[in-house]
């Protein structure tokens, strides 16, 4: 520091008045460029974080007497055994053609799907899991010679809910 401040006080007047006013306005832009401006983007996204979670708070109040209503009208346990629930859901949601075995297998099913539409299969898991409480135990899932279309070997166990 005593060479720096040497170097300074060795220098005309009117160089240290430019050193002195070239090291202020880069201390001012470090102090707005590097603090400033950073922060003022933190508080920004924070406010339009929290604007949106109080929109969507607000969009979930006034449709909470639609969201009970669609979970009121879930399918109730049939007393299907699980491979006739599999089978008919499959059917029913359009995999009928797709289908081409479904066997019991331990606690759960056993499924084979051969050129089945890809997102009809997604639908179908998802139903059984959210609506009839079976849940994946093992899938494998390949490409079938079209596009869209996959084979699936499937297990599927009830779901400990």
Do not use: C
Not at 35 to 40: A, N, S, T, V
């Amino acid at each position: 520091m005593n060479r720096l401040m040497a170097w300074y006080l060795a220098l005309q007047p009117r160089e240290r008045r430019m050193v002195l006013i070239g090291g202020i306005v880069v201390g001012v832009l470090v102090v707005v460029g590097g603090i400033l401006m950073p922060l003022e983007s933190a508080v920004s996204n924070a406010v339009q974080a929290r604007d949106t979670r109080r929109a969507d708070l607000a969009w979930m109040n006034s449709n909470l007497p639609e969201v009970r209503a669609g979970s009121a009208s879930l399918a109730p346990d049939t007393g299907e055994a699980p491979v006739v629930l599999v089978d008919r859901i499959g059917r029913e949601v359009g995999l009928g053609t797709a289908l081409r075995g479904t066997q019991p297998s331990g606690t759960g099913v056993r499924v084979q799907l051969e050129a089945a539409p890809f997102d009809t299969l997604v639908t179908w898991l998802a139903t059984l899991e959210e609506r009839h409480g079976l849940a994946i135990e093992s899938i494998s899932v390949d490409r079938a010679a079209r596009p869209g279309l996959v084979n699936a070997n499937i297990t599927f166990a009830q779901a400990n809910k």
